[in-house]
């Protein structure tokens, strides 16, 4: 069972930058896309970005041009790199497979919170 750990965030004011982490233990790493996801208090996980084992990356409209997915195979990690963070992107982040129906078990993400 591949085990997923999150880290990097934190408590950052507006217009700032945060680098989240998401190590994934296991050997099929490199050869799955990935994805990272949120959870707002009261709202459903979303989809915020995809990155596939070529590389080939995807948005949500709400963070394009923002954040930044990026994966290194050889250390079976995944990050987000979140610029010109709004309080709307507060919230917990997760990682795991981006293909719906493929997930591993979820980790225990890691608090962003956006707030001057």
């Known amino acids: 069972q591949v085990q997923l750990v999150e880290s990097g965030g934190g408590l950052v004011q507006p217009g700032g930058s945060l680098r989240l982490s998401c190590v994934a233990s296991?050997?099929?790493?490199?050869?799955?896309?990935m994805g990272w996801y949120r959870q707002a208090p009261g709202k459903q996980r979303e989809w915020v970005a995809t990155i596939g084992s070529g590389r080939t990356t995807g948005y949500a409209d709400s963070v394009k041009g923002r954040f930044t997915i990026s994966r290194d195979n050889a250390k079976n990690t995944v990050y987000l790199q979140m610029n010109s963070l709004k309080p709307e992107d507060t919230a917990v982040y997760y990682c795991n497979r981006a293909n719906v129906g493929t997930w591993w078990q979820w980790g225990q993400g890691t608090q962003v919170t956006v707030s001057s």
């Open positions: 296991g050997s099929v790493f490199s050869s799955v896309a």
